[in-house]
């Protein structure tokens, strides 16, 4: 790195002439260093002092938040988990079962012949509730004891989605289903965790004997002799214990027979002759229909409790990790074995269960312990360094070795996952609640922000309301926790992030890949990085206190003013970074450009742009070496420049600043 010194207006005048003889002739942002004295004003650049710093965006003034319901009206799933049970009297209404109330809005579609937990099962009276009388429910649909749709329409939808995948399915996607059938649910859903997949399963002393299909299922249905999610405490001899437990415990008051038992909806293949159940899964066609019904799956609601708790101890593949839960609950239908509904109904009481485990039950107090576990033994055990490193690795496979790469296909699966292409049949747009307990589901991959921040990132990331099954009064089903993990969906009151380099992982750097709306400013504090990835169009303005701001996409930082009062902002983009209002830096602050041989990274500002000395530090990406004597566009506004760099650099080359009244460009020489 070099850097020269400007010796009066001797030397800018000729830079300036040399710009005004190349400037329509340059390559690419070119880059050097130079620490030079305040020009004349009467030079007409704008380098006088009559003007004022601007102050920061104002923002409106307020936070967002997202409270939890009145509990007296609304009692929260988390504190009445336990009464998810069957055989018990007490708990055999859709008001006294938590687990059967949460899953409540199918009653908008189908009306079960009794409403209450008694398909094949009975309960005394006990504490002034009445006895429960067995049904006589028989599960074949038609039959008189059936109960009554109540929206032809999705049931009907329901249905033929499982018949036309179910007759279109690929000899491939057989096999997965099969897989997912009968092994373990723990081991189909670490499969999400790609390059670490091994080693988890290693660690976790995880097994299967289900490879492949069976040439004969006839007489076993579920015979997997492996361990499912691998042994856990002191018999683990890897040190992963706790992380196994925590795993194994998720599913504490997660029985989804009480909801089985209550809907008393048929499986799909009960429902049409036409859905084709996988050969080899043919014994699982139950001979007792009356305890065998398909609404809410147990398959996909282990899965995303299995996959939630894995990924709250390996943050690095949280969403792949829910991705491949949501796979595991169409693999379910892909079998013939349930229907869309029955997959939407298992996710949403997997989603909550995992956070009473979490909040209430044993692993609220394991949970800590099971993270630093899984990140200290997996970091060991891979040879890297911290948990930057883990990231890394943990996405360092294509889509050949790793399936579960493609963010933007991942993020679109999920989304289909959560609603299956049903039309809305409540309104829409409704508010959204946020379920007490849920900001758990993202301790571990948002650890830097606050239990009310994440709360609100819930609220702001949530699906629309009036799709099937969904509108649970709670929330849960309306959750849509891979946008989560991509940080806030809109700022409706303004958000300061604190991130601690030194605490590592998330805090040291994190990215946002949602397309960010609302009103609201952004505060980055603390000495972290923060990557802003998504098309932003909040309009409250962005500042940067401490740490580093970085924008990788053209609009990461909305449509207001960008205010650098500290640290770093810096473009990291593939073409310009537009700051629609103005742009402020002060001293003891840095604006670092990623450039190429495109000019990538160069700034368009709206309004004015104000210097009070800071840092230009302009870095060559990998592989890019400037053509020397090129003029680099640096910044361009209408508005006008006022101040100037204390300072530039530019990494291994000499360049000269030239400022003009609009722009300032960057003279490359030897």
Request: aromatic letters at 8%; one cysteine or more; a neutral charge.
């Amino acid at each position: 790195m070099y850097s020269i010194f400007a010796r009066g207006q001797s030397r800018v005048g000729m830079a300036v002439s040399l710009a005004l003889l190349s400037v329509g002739a340059y390559s690419a942002p070119t880059v050097a260093a130079e620490r030079f004295a305040p020009l004349s004003a009467n030079f007409g650049i704008g380098g006088g002092n009559d003007w004022s710093v601007p102050a920061p965006p104002s923002g409106v003034g307020y936070a967002d938040s997202a409270p939890v319901a009145d509990e007296a009206t609304l009692r929260p799933f988390v504190d009445y988990a336990y009464t998810n049970q069957r055989g018990v009297a007490c708990y055999a209404t859709l008001d006294g079962n938590a687990g059967v109330r949460v899953v409540s809005g199918f009653l908008a579609i189908w009306q079960p012949s009794t409403l209450l937990v008694d398909a094949g099962v009975s309960a005394p009276a006990q504490n002034g509730c009445p006895a429960v009388i067995t049904s006589t429910w028989t599960g074949i649909p038609g039959d008189f004891t059936d109960g009554t749709v109540l929206n032809q329409n999705v049931h009907h939808m329901n249905v033929q989605y499982v018949i036309t995948v179910t007759n279109n399915r690929t000899s491939a996607q057989e096999l997965a289903a099969y897989l997912d059938d009968r092994r373990g649910k723990g081991y189909s859903v670490s499969d999400g965790m790609g390059p670490l997949t091994e080693v988890y399963r290693t660690l976790a002393e995880q097994t299967t004997t289900i490879m492949s299909i069976a040439s004969d299922a006839t007489t076993v249905l579920y015979n997997d002799g492996g361990n499912n999610v691998g042994v856990g405490s002191s018999a683990n001899t890897h040190n992963f214990g706790t992380v196994v437990d925590l795993v194994s415990n998720i599913g504490e008051n997660g029985s989804t027979e009480p909801a089985k038992r209550f809907y008393k909806y048929a499986r799909p293949w009960r429902w049409s002759t036409s859905v084709k159940v996988v050969p080899a899964l043919l014994p699982a066609e139950s001979a007792t229909p009356g305890t065998d019904g398909g609404y809410i799956s147990g398959h996909e609601a282990e899965a995303m409790r299995d996959a939630i708790s894995m990924a709250y101890a390996v943050p690095q593949r949280f969403q792949e990790l829910l991705v491949r839960a949501g796979e595991l609950g169409e693999n379910r239908i892909l079998a013939g074995m349930h229907s869309p509904l029955d997959v939407i109904g298992g996710r949403l009481l997997g989603e909550a269960v995992a956070a009473a485990s979490l909040n209430t039950g044993g692993n609220s107090s394991r949970k800590a312990a099971a993270y630093a576990q899984a990140q200290s033994t997996l970091i060991a055990a891979t040879g890297v360094s911290d948990a930057a490193g883990l990231q890394a690795l943990a996405h360092s496979q294509g889509v050949h070795s790793d399936r579960f790469a493609d963010h933007a296909r991942n993020k679109a699966n999920y989304l289909h996952y959560l609603t299956y292409g049903f039309t809305q049949i409540g309104a829409k747009n409704q508010p959204v609640n946020v379920p007490k307990g849920a900001e758990t589901l993202l301790e571990t991959r948002l650890p830097y922000l606050s239990a009310d921040q994440r709360r609100v990132v819930l609220k702001t990331t949530a699906i629309d309301s009036g799709y099937p099954v969904t509108d649970d009064a709670e929330g849960w089903g309306r959750l849509n926790l891979f946008a989560a993990a991509d940080g806030y969906g809109a700022f409706n009151g303004d958000v300061t992030v604190s991130m601690d380099a030194s605490a590592g992982g998330f805090n040291a750097v994190d990215t946002w890949q949602n397309d960010i709306a609302g009103v609201g400013k952004l505060t980055k504090q603390g000495s972290g990085t923060l990557q802003l990835k998504g098309r932003n169009h909040y309009s409250g303005g962005t500042e940067v206190q401490a740490g580093v701001l970085e924008a990788d996409s053209e609009t990461a930082f909305g449509t207001g003013d960008v205010y650098v009062s500290g640290g770093t902002l810096s473009s990291n983009v593939s073409d310009t970074l537009h700051v629609f209002g103005k742009y402020t830096q002060l001293s003891n602050t840095t604006l670092e450009l990623n450039t190429d041989a495109r000019c990538a990274g160069r700034v368009q500002v709206g309004g004015y742009v104000t210097l009070a000395g800071g840092k230009l530090h302009v870095k060559l990406k990998s592989g890019f070496k400037p053509r020397l004597g090129a003029i680099v566009n640096v910044i361009d506004t209408p508005a006008g420049i006022r101040g100037r760099f204390a300072s530039i650099t530019v990494d291994g080359y000499r360049a000269v600043p030239i400022y003009t009244r609009n722009s300032l460009y960057l003279l490359v020489t030897p």
